[in-house]
């Protein structure tokens, strides 16, 4: 190989890292409160309560058969393959606030055997949904008709997203949830602990 | 003599609308009192079901070999844990969101696989009897076109 060659394909590999988790902000939440609930029913202040510490944050409901608790398996796999968990959250954002009460996250978490690492969040039932419109967060009720429907039995089209949030809270890199590999986040939390 | 063979072509047709309707049914008579011979069998393994709590909601996953000698039909699913089930199918929309949506039906040709697995297709099993948590376990019972129903029991898992 040619050294013009090598010297492009390094700086290429080097840009292609930057960009993959450089210091581009995909949302900035550094200025915003936002009010949830926990698993015990405590309030937090989200992102304010998680500063300092690097957070992995999805989104899912508890009533999901499938890809939901698969998106939980990936994050459970991404706390195994870090050599050091210390200042990394585990969060899990509820975008069905009028089923998924404090208690039933508590239900879910106990269920999936979550260890004290991940905190479970949603929002007051009638809250609007102004955390997952500014993080693009899709959820909405799909109706399967042989399941019947009525207003507590639906399933939901949703979107299939992990952020890793900065210690100051920006959300650096954006991963479809079910499917990228622990490998990958870790490196990634691993520069954005370098910084 | 034109009136004769009008005659006799409404007989005629009346013979072939009665022999059609009835060689439809004999044929099914015969498949329900004389058993079809099922070489091989239809085997299921890696059976296991996501934890739920009573009247909610649960998916179970199993493999399915096809080790007969002919392609074979994937009927009807239930199970001893739930009021019912059914195979859905998780997909992934244009705009890069997921749903779920009943499966369509599925056959699976001689000496050939089905997956039922996570993030692809599931067995959904609604309005679960009773509380399944880990080391709990079910029995799934899966109903074949020709190898008729073929039961497994899966263990309360936890994804990995
Ligand atoms: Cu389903």
Redesign the pocket.
């Known amino acids: 190989m040619s050294p013009t060659l090598k010297s492009l394909l390094v700086s290429l590999l080097i840009i292609a890292t930057f960009t993959a988790c450089g210091p581009d902000t995909l949302y900035d939440l550094s200025g915003d409160t936002f009010q949830l609930r926990n698993s015990d029913s405590t309030q937090v202040n989200f992102p304010g309560d998680f500063k300092g510490d690097i957070s992995l944050v999805t989104f899912i409901y508890t009533n999901c ?2 890809v939901c608790p698969v998106i939980t398996a990936n994050m459970t796999n991404i706390q195994r393959a870090l050599d050091d968990t210390s200042g990394v959250n585990f969060i899990e954002i509820s975008f069905d606030p009028k089923r998924d009460s404090p208690s039933t996250l508590k239900e879910y978490r106990d269920l999936y055997e979550l260890n004290e690492q991940f905190t479970m969040l949603t929002s007051h039932p009638n809250d609007s949904d102004v955390l997952l419109d500014k993080l693009d967060i899709v959820a909405e009720k799909a109706i399967i008709d042989s399941l019947g429907h009525d207003s507590t039995n639906y ?1 939901m089209r949703h979107s299939n997203t992990l952020y890793l949030m900065d210690r100051d809270g920006y959300i650096r890199t954006e991963y479809p949830a079910h499917r990228v590999t622990p490998e990958h986040v870790k490196d990634d939390i691993n520069y954005l602990r370098s910084e | 003599m034109k009136s004769i063979t009008h005659f006799l072509l409404i007989l005629l047709s009346g013979c072939l609308l009665f022999f059609g309707c009835s060689s439809e049914s004999n044929s099914s008579n015969e498949s329900d009192s004389k058993k079809e011979v099922v070489l091989g069998k239809i085997a299921l393994d890696n059976a296991w079901a996501r934890p739920g709590s009573q009247q909610g909601k649960s ?1 179970a996953y199993l493999r399915i070999s096809n080790g007969t000698a002919s392609t074979d039909t994937l009927l009807s699913f239930s199970s001893n844990a739930a009021e019912s089930v059914e195979l ?1 199918k998780s997909i992934e929309n244009d705009d890069g969101t997921t749903s ?1 949506q009943p499966a369509d039906e599925q056959v699976i040709p001689s000496g050939e696989k089905l997956h039922i697995e996570p993030g692809g297709l ?1 067995l ?1 099993l609604t309005n679960l009897k009773r509380d399944m948590a880990v080391g709990d376990s079910l029995q799934i019972t899966l109903e074949f076109a020709r190898a008729g129903t073929v039961t497994t029991t899966a263990p309360v898992q936890i994804q990995n």
């Open positions: 058969p499938d399933a | 998916a859905h779920m599931h959904m």
